[in-house]
């Protein structure tokens, strides 16, 4: 499905671009994923001496080839921002007025219903699969994806979306889906709010996030109350996707003045600011990787070549599946990985996990993804039926009141 926006004069641009970069970025998910269950990944080497670039991990995380190996987190920032300037589009179209109701029936059938496919399809591999502890593997391997016995309880826990660390080990990416359902439910508002006062609903959500981060302070979400300040700390990703999407036409036109080799100096300058180490080193790494993600998108929606290099039929069809990739490639591979231990060298298995991913997205694409679409635009097109047929009668009966 290729991203449809309007811009603020009226007219309408398609960008294959824009769906190609979250397809990227969820495949820079699947590998890294694949990269962190190597027992070495986790192991600290200071890149500044010498004795550490003989070993292979140094040169994977601390080298261009980071973006490969260690992309995953800045990858989910790149998400939320580009689901703020994709929500924002039917809102910008000239003449339409979607409900709030309808908006949030089809994104619930956009996030949950598959998310529900995925979480029976992993419970499903786990029956399978009977796991065990592998010490050939990293600990994060080991400690936080089908740690569980698999029982009803398990499985409805991770289907309610809790938001709570122990609830999300049957597919451990749902900790952003729980994210971007929550903000979703609320977008509208937000849209309305930064539409309105743009300067002071950016300015608000930074200092916002600023606050749930340091309640946070790094930790995971023990309560409910802290795992809704948790979602708090991205809503300034979502603000940010709003003002580049409102304002495409005047990015355009400021990039047009801009000379050409400060426009490509800015390619690498974004990113540098996505592969900027994460939590590790300092608290505000989202700050860090969202800055360097609306420089991103800003880049593709102002540059015609970005635009036309990044619409390849590749890539694009990434974006397309980007969804189901995302939901399908972490039990594919703990399935993969128990299934071949001891029969194929790990390395053999990650790449065969992630074909199998790749074929499961374009599976659950089709079989999944699209009826669910399908099935939020139904209902929100007959509740938008509904409420037209009860104005209608609203306006019979005022109109028969007159004398």
């Known amino acids: 499905m290729t991203i449809e926006a309007t811009d603020n004069t009226g007219s309408s641009h398609r960008w294959g671009s824009l769906d190609s970069l979250r397809g990227i970025a969820a495949f820079l998910v699947v590998t890294f994923h694949c990269a962190q269950a190597a027992p070495d990944f986790a192991i600290s080497a200071n890149p500044l001496t010498l004795a550490a670039w003989g070993n292979i991990w140094t040169w994977l995380k601390y080298t261009p080839l980071r973006v490969f190996f260690s992309s995953g987190p800045p990858m989910v920032v790149l998400f939320f921002v580009l689901s703020g300037f994709v929500l924002s589009l039917p809102f910008l179209r000239e003449g339409r007025r979607a409900g709030y109701t309808g908006f949030a029936l089809k994104r619930i059938c956009r996030i949950y219903l598959p998310f529900v496919a995925a979480i029976l399809f992993s419970a499903f591999l786990y029956a399978i699969v009977q796991p065990k502890p592998m010490p050939s593997l990293s600990h994060w391997f080991n400690t936080v994806l089908w740690d569980q016995p698999l029982t009803v309880s398990y499985i409805g826990r991770n289907l309610a979306m809790t938001g709570l660390n122990p609830d999300m080990t049957l597919d451990l990416v749902m900790w952003s889906l729980v994210h971007e359902l929550r903000i979703s439910m609320v977008f509208p508002l937000l ?17 916002s996030s600023v606050v749930c981060t340091e ?9 409910m109350l802290m795992s809704f300040v948790d979602t708090g700390r991205f809503l300034v990703l979502f603000t940010a996707g709003i003002l580049v999407a409102s304002r495409v036409t005047e990015l355009r036109l400021a990039a047009a003045r801009v000379p050409g080799l400060i426009k490509v100096a800015f390619w690498p300058m974004a990113g540098i600011l996505l592969m900027s180490p994460g939590p590790t080193v300092y608290r505000y790494y989202d700050f860090t990787w969202g800055i360097g993600a609306v420089l991103l998108i800003v880049l593709t929606v102002t540059s015609a070549r970005a635009d036309r290099y990044l619409s390849g039929p590749v890539s694009v069809w990434l974006g397309r599946v980007s969804y189901s990739l995302y939901l399908v490639h972490l039990p594919i591979l703990i399935a993969a990985v128990h299934l071949a231990d001891g029969m194929l060298p790990l390395w053999v298995t990650m790449l065969g996990s992630i074909l199998a991913s790749l074929i499961g997205a374009e599976l659950m694409y089709r079989s999944i993804e699209i009826p669910s679409m399908h099935l939020g635009r139904t209902l929100a097109a007959w509740l938008d039926r509904r409420r037209a047929a009860r104005v209608q009668t609203a306006w019979v009966g005022l109109e028969g009141t007159r004398p």
């Open 215 to 223: 309640i946070i302070a790094g930790r995971e979400a023990a309560t």
């Open 191 to 207: 849209f309305l709010l930064t539409q309105r006062w743009p300067r002071l609903s950016l300015t608000s959500s930074i200092l």
